[in-house]
């Protein structure tokens, strides 16, 4: 009883009902964890900026892009798994289901322990490279090493999140984050403002909480009983499993650390103005995080939809998947993009004081509220190509529509005109370029991929009807056998064929099977 109950009401179905409830169903709890998670992170800042010093603050915030850059490596690796365990679990394959999940953990565990290995070997170099003050130096490099030895921990959680998400459960990452992130609230406080670490005390603080989410998640995972449970004694690398997981993973990996380096150009290019300009800048850029972590759950529910519904041989649930996340990821940047326009000025003086800041800033949010919504088309369509096995051309036309095109725009219309609305305008250029591209592509990757689909799945089925008709010849040989005439009808496995059997006296006696395989 208990299993397969407890199961059916942790989970959400996802090759079966409705797709606007249950896509929203599944996509509310990953919001829940997306914002927890921004805000968590954000903590880190608050206490350090208002219990220490000004030094240790910067300090923090220097490490800002290599923490997004790796942290964004091991997202990728989890969206992986995500997508090739949905595969799996959409064909009811228990077999790679399991090979899977167990070849998986061990690549995201060695994923977290090299990122782990390059940040205490080169953090200095990395951070030199940034150009970090001297005066910073110390204290980043502290930090970044601190923080790197939760690196194998976040690749474990990730590694989690992504299986039961692909179960459809996300429900418990929430749940397992948000204990996580009290937890890290807590001891921010009690390092900072009792042991006086500073920025050392926070990043101990942030890498106890990521071995406590990834402790929960593998606690879970080694107690349940169904084809996700994890079983120490199975962990080995599959070489198809490996292979499938790795050309999922790295290119979303890379694609996360893409936008993060794509940004050095915008952030090259406010850096150009004063400095009222740049803390405007800075103050109204913590509006794009929670904004873009909320429409990421919807991006996130279309891959393991898709994934699922693709295991499955379900082309039209894959489209409709792929038009409803869209949807709800436009109307989301659409309601959150007009309330930042709205409340503006207000949300800035959370993070500011001077009148001046405060209108600097307005001056990026009232071009980039009505830009979120637009960056659906890309990042949606990114993560439909993921759910049906395509990881690698997206991640090209990525690196050409958010690098290269605002490269290009940098040294174009930006250098042309000079001001600070030229540069924010790239946001909406470069995300309508790129997500006609990736429409595009999808587009066309559906539709081949349609008549692959069809084709293993009739296979499959054929397989199973071959299987049928011989264990009923053998059955009616085993009745009839004394008394049987034969005649070599021929057995078509083709979609809504007749298909006659062998005949069995009296020889007007003739079976037919009608096969509809959809």
């Known amino acids: ?154 690749a474990v959680y990730n590694f989690g999140n992504g ?49 406590i989410s990834a402790a929960l998640v593998m606690i879970h995972l080694l ?44 952030q090259t290019g406010v850096n150009s103005f004063d400095a009222v300009t740049v803390s405007g800048n800075a103050a109204a850029a913590n509006a794009d995080s929670l904004i873009y972590n909320v429409m990421f759950a919807f991006y996130t529910a279309c891959a393991s939809f898709i994934g699922q519904n693709w295991g499955a041989g379900n082309k039209k649930r894959m489209l409709k998947t792929y038009g409803i996340s869209l949807t709800y990821a436009f109307i989301a940047g659409a309601i959150l993009g007009g309330l930042l326009l709205v409340f503006g000025p207000q949300f800035l003086s959370l993070f500011a004081t001077e009148p001046a800041v405060i209108d600097a800033g307005m001056e990026r949010i009232r071009i980039m509220g009505f830009s979120y919504a637009f960056s659906c088309f890309m990042d949606c369509s990114i993560a ?30 930006f250098a042309h005109f000079q001001t600070i609305s030229s540069l924010y305008l790239l946001y909406i250029f470069s995300w309508g370029i790129t997500g006609f591209a990736e429409v595009l592509f999808f587009a066309v990757s559906f539709r081949k991929n349609s008549d692959l689909i069809l084709q293993i799945y009739s296979a499959r089925r054929s397989i199973d009807l071959a299987l049928f008709i011989s264990f009923s010849r053998f059955m009616y040989i085993c009745l009839y056998k004394a008394d049987i005439i034969v005649y070599n009808y021929p057995v078509v496995l083709l979609r809504d064929a007749v298909i006659p059997l062998r005949t069995i006296r009296p020889l007007h006696w003739i079976v037919a099977l009608r096969l509809s395989i959809f």
């Open 1 to 154: 009883m208990c299993e397969n109950e407890k199961k059916k009401t942790s989970s959400i179905e996802m090759t079966s009902g409705s797709l606007w409830k249950n896509i929203l169903l599944f996509s509310l709890p990953l919001m829940g964890s997306q914002v927890l998670e921004v805000l968590f992170n954000l903590s880190d800042v608050a206490v350090v900026g208002r219990f220490a010093d000004y030094m240790a603050l910067g300090a923090v915030g220097s490490t800002t892009l290599l923490v997004t850059l790796f942290t964004g490596i091991l997202i990728g690796m989890g969206a992986g798994v995500n997508v090739r365990v949905a595969h799996e679990l959409g064909a009811e394959n228990r077999k790679g289901t399991e090979e899977t999940i167990h070849t998986s953990l061990l690549l995201c565990a060695i994923a977290g322990l090299l990122v782990c290995v390059v940040c205490l070997l080169f953090s200095g170099q990395m951070l030199s490279m940034m150009n970090t003050k001297p005066e910073l130096m110390d204290q980043a490099v502290l930090y970044m090493k601190i923080y790197a030895l939760g690196m194998p921990a976040m």
């Open 163 to 211: 299986v039961l998400s692909a179960r459809g459960d996300t429900k418990r990452p929430l749940i397992y984050l948000s204990i996580a992130g009290v937890i890290n609230v807590l001891l921010n406080l009690f390092f900072v403002i009792v042991c006086h670490m500073a920025a050392a005390g926070v990043a101990t603080a942030s890498a106890i909480a990521l071995y």
């Open 223 to 266: 107690r349940r009983k169904d084809e996700c449970r994890v079983s120490l004694r199975k962990l080995r690398l599959h070489p198809k499993a490996c292979k499938a997981v790795l050309l999922l993973g790295i290119p979303t990996g890379l694609q996360n650390g893409i936008f993060a380096i794509a940004n050095l150009f915008v």
């Open 384 to 413: 439909a190509s993921r759910g049906i096995g395509k990881s690698i051309p997206p991640t090209i036309i990525i690196i050409l529509g958010s690098c290269v095109f605002r490269v290009i725009w940098f040294y174009t219309v």
